[in-house]
T-cell receptor
Framework: GAGVSQTPSNKVTEKGKYVELRCDPI?????LYWYRQSLGQGPEFLIY??????ADDSGLPNDRFFAVRPEGSVSTLKIQRTERGDSAVYLC???WGPGQGTQYFGPGTRLLVL | AQSVSQHNHHVILSEAASLELGCNYS??????LFWYVQYPGQHLQLLLK??????LVKGIKGFEAEFIKSKFSFNLRKPSVQWSDTAEYFC???????????FGKGTRLHILP
């Protein structure tokens, strides 16, 4: 596609529920990144994929968070047993490869945990 | 660990005023530096970037930034702002070794018409 797309654009859930957030990167981009942006903060790195494998997951806050990219294109960020503190905008970005210039960001998914 | 500090959280200027947004980073090695912008209701867009070479970098919409290695700074400038520059601006750093981008907390710029 022309840009990075993310679905849903908004997600409201209840504490304790499971959510999945989807990212569709720019066609041909091999690197895919997830960031989280809380209110009043800049985006914080969560995880990045090179192809199908997670090259760096050091930013995932705990084991409730997990991400996959089974075919090296679309990625899903999964959050189990959601907590109110998980409320944030989840951003996805993609690039041609590690160290290969610019990361292009999607519009984000705004997650609200009640 | 890498970190980025943006000096101003909120800046208000009148149209045609000159702009300078401060950014300092902490990292001892080679870095790539970025300014991203987020216009109201839109997603993050790259304004400009520095990888190597000329430390004065020109970006879109008349913005420029200067990398001063000795000061660990990458300040953003524009000689004459417009109302359409109202947005949030993020300075960011990346180590080429690990590829993740570390962002500052952002500066909200509000231009009065």
């Amino acid at each position: 596609g022309a840009g990075v797309s993310q679905t849903p654009s908004n997600k409201v859930t209840e504490k304790g529920k499971y959510v999945e957030l989807r990212c569709d990167p720019i066609s041909g981009h091999t690197a895919l990144y997830w960031y989280r942006q809380s209110l009043g903060q800049g985006p914080e790195f969560l995880i990045y994929f090179q192809g199908t494998g997670a090259a760096d997951d050091s930013g995932l806050p705990n084991d409730r968070f997990f991400a996959v990219r089974p075919e090296g294109s679309v990625s899903t960020l999964k959050i189990q047993r959601t907590e109110r503190g998980d409320s944030a905008v989840y951003l996805c970005a993609s690039s041609w490869g590690p160290g290969q210039g610019t990361q292009y960001f999607g519009p984000g998914t705004r997650l609200l945990v009640l | 660990a890498q970190s980025v500090s943006q000096h101003n959280h909120h800046v208000i200027l009148s149209e045609a005023a000159s702009l300078e947004l401060g950014c300092n980073y902490s990292y001892g090695g080679t870095v790539n530096l970025f300014w991203y912008v987020q216009y109201p209701g839109q997603h993050l867009q790259l304004l400009l970037k520095y990888f190597s070479g000329d430390p004065l970098v020109k970006g879109i919409k008349g913005f420029e930034a200067e990398f001063i290695k000795s000061k660990f700074s990458f300040n953003l400038r524009k000689p004459s702002v417009q109302w359409s520059d109202t947005a949030e601006y993020f300075c960011a750093v990346r180590s080429p070794r690990d590829d993740k981008i570390i962002f500052g907390k952002g500066t909200r710029l509000h231009i009065l018409p």
